[in-house]
Protein backbone atom coordinates (compact mmCIF):
# COMPACT_ATOMS: atom_id res chain seq x y z
CA UNK A 1 0.00 0.00 0.00
CA UNK A 2 1.57 3.59 -1.19
CA UNK A 3 2.37 5.80 1.60
CA UNK A 4 -0.34 8.53 1.04
CA UNK A 5 -2.91 5.96 1.74
CA UNK A 6 -3.14 4.67 5.27
CA UNK A 7 -4.91 2.04 6.93
CA UNK A 8 -6.83 4.47 9.23
CA UNK A 9 -7.95 6.53 6.13
CA UNK A 10 -8.58 3.63 3.93
CA UNK A 11 -10.91 2.66 7.03
CA UNK A 12 -12.55 5.83 6.92
CA UNK A 13 -12.72 6.00 3.25
CA UNK A 14 -15.03 2.54 3.91
CA UNK A 15 -16.75 3.57 6.59
CA UNK A 16 -18.37 6.79 5.05
CA UNK A 17 -18.85 4.79 1.57
CA UNK A 18 -19.21 1.34 2.01
CA UNK A 19 -21.69 1.46 5.28
CA UNK A 20 -18.56 0.10 8.04
CA UNK A 21 -14.64 -0.03 7.94
CA UNK A 22 -14.88 -3.95 7.18
CA UNK A 23 -17.17 -3.86 4.40
CA UNK A 24 -14.35 -3.72 1.56
CA UNK A 25 -16.21 -5.51 -1.17
CA UNK A 26 -18.82 -2.46 -1.53
CA UNK A 27 -18.93 -0.46 -4.91
CA UNK A 28 -19.33 2.28 -3.57
CA UNK A 29 -16.34 2.50 -1.32
CA UNK A 30 -13.78 0.90 -3.98
CA UNK A 31 -15.42 3.84 -5.94
CA UNK A 32 -14.63 6.34 -3.39
CA UNK A 33 -11.12 4.35 -2.58
CA UNK A 34 -10.50 4.51 -6.40
CA UNK A 35 -10.99 8.43 -6.52
CA UNK A 36 -9.05 9.03 -3.59
CA UNK A 37 -5.98 7.41 -4.89
CA UNK A 38 -6.64 9.55 -8.73
CA UNK A 39 -6.95 12.45 -7.01
CA UNK A 40 -3.36 11.75 -5.11
CA UNK A 41 -1.78 10.22 -8.44
CA UNK A 42 -2.77 13.53 -10.55
CA UNK A 43 -1.63 15.64 -7.43
CA UNK A 44 2.04 14.10 -7.97
CA UNK A 45 1.24 14.03 -11.88
CA UNK A 46 1.34 18.05 -11.54
CA UNK A 47 4.85 18.21 -10.17
CA UNK A 48 6.31 15.07 -12.14
CA UNK A 49 5.30 15.49 -15.79
CA UNK A 50 7.31 12.73 -16.80
CA UNK A 51 6.36 9.91 -14.74
CA UNK A 52 5.18 7.70 -16.85
CA UNK A 53 4.50 4.61 -14.80
CA UNK A 54 2.05 6.66 -12.16
CA UNK A 55 0.44 7.79 -15.14
CA UNK A 56 -0.31 4.21 -15.97
CA UNK A 57 -0.90 3.70 -12.98
CA UNK A 58 -4.00 6.37 -12.99
CA UNK A 59 -5.55 5.90 -15.89
CA UNK A 60 -6.12 2.14 -14.97
CA UNK A 61 -7.55 3.04 -11.64
CA UNK A 62 -9.78 5.51 -13.89
CA UNK A 63 -10.61 2.68 -15.60
CA UNK A 64 -11.69 0.22 -13.16
CA UNK A 65 -13.68 3.42 -11.60
CA UNK A 66 -15.27 3.61 -14.82
CA UNK A 67 -16.45 0.01 -14.92
CA UNK A 68 -17.46 0.08 -11.31
CA UNK A 69 -19.88 3.15 -12.05
CA UNK A 70 -21.31 1.87 -15.08
CA UNK A 71 -22.06 -1.20 -13.02
CA UNK A 72 -23.52 1.10 -9.99
CA UNK A 73 -25.73 2.74 -12.49
CA UNK A 74 -26.73 -0.23 -13.95
CA UNK A 75 -28.17 -1.57 -10.27
CA UNK A 76 -28.60 1.16 -8.05
CA UNK A 77 -29.35 4.59 -10.49
CA UNK A 78 -30.29 6.42 -7.36
CA UNK A 79 -27.04 5.75 -5.40
CA UNK A 80 -24.64 6.03 -8.20
CA UNK A 81 -26.35 9.37 -8.85
CA UNK A 82 -25.84 10.06 -4.76
CA UNK A 83 -22.10 8.78 -5.05
CA UNK A 84 -21.35 11.24 -7.84
CA UNK A 85 -22.50 14.02 -6.46
CA UNK A 86 -21.10 13.55 -3.06
CA UNK A 87 -17.33 12.23 -4.66
CA UNK A 88 -17.65 15.48 -7.07
CA UNK A 89 -17.24 13.25 -10.08
CA UNK A 90 -18.54 13.01 -13.99
CA UNK A 91 -21.04 15.81 -15.04
Do not use: P, W
Amino acid sequence: MSTYLTEEKKNEIFAEHGGSATNTGSTEGQIALFTFRIKALSEHLKSNKQDNSCKRSMLTLVGKRKRLLKYLMQKDIQGYRNLIEKLGIRK
